[in-house]
C-alpha cells in the first residue's frame, strides 16, 4: 500500500516536497516513481528511481526543478519540486513496481509498468 503526502497551495516559483510511504512490502525492491494528471488529460510521467536509489529519471518539464529520492530504510520516496509553475498543478501520484534484486539499476516511466499506485495528492501552483 502506498500512500502520498505533501500537496497544497503554493505561489509560482515557490517549493513543495512530496512523500510517499509504502506499507506492508520491502520497499527497497520496489522501483518507484511519481505522474501526474491535470483534469481532462492524459497521466503524464514525472520521475523514476530506481530500486537502489542510484538512477533517476525525469520529464523534460521538470528536469533541473524536481528532484526524486528514497530512504528505503524509512519505506519512503520524496519529490522535492522548486520553481514551481502554474502548468505544474495537478494531482500527484506514486507508484511502484516490484523488481528483483539483481534489477536494482532498473527504472520505468511508463505508468503501464507499475503495480501499485498511491491515492494521489493535489498540488496547486498559482501565479
Known amino acids: 500500500q502506498l500512500q502520498a503526502f505533501g500537496g497544497g497551495l503554493v505561489q509560482a516559483g515557490g517549493s513543495v516536497r512530496l512523500s510517499c510511504t509504502a506499507s506492508?512490502?520491502?520497499?527497497?525492491?520496489?522501483?518507484t516513481g511519481w505522474f501526474r494528471r491535470v483534469p481532462g488529460k492524459e497521466r503524464e510521467f514525472v520521475s523514476a528511481?530506481?530500486?537502489?536509489?542510484?538512477?533517476?529519471d525525469y520529464a523534460d518539464s521538470v528536469k533541473g526543478r524536481f528532484t526524486i529520492s528514497r530512504d528505503n530504510r524509512k519505506n519512503t520516496m520524496f519529490l522535492y519540486m522548486v520553481s514551481l509553475k502554474p502548468e505544474d498543478t495537478a494531482v500527484y501520484y506514486c507508484?511502484?513496481?516490484?523488481?528483483?534484486?539483481?534489477?536494482?539499476?532498473?527504472?520505468?516511466?511508463?505508468?503501464?509498468?507499475?503495480?501499485?499506485w498511491g491515492q494521489g495528492t493535489q498540488v496547486t501552483v498559482s501565479s
Open positions: 528511481i530506481s530500486s537502489s536509489g542510484a538512477i533517476t
Open positions: 507508484a511502484a513496481k516490484s523488481t528483483p534484486l539483481t534489477r536494482n539499476w532498473k527504472l520505468y516511466n511508463s505508468d503501464a509498468d507499475y503495480d501499485y
Open positions: 506492508g512490502r520491502t520497499f527497497s525492491t520496489f522501483a
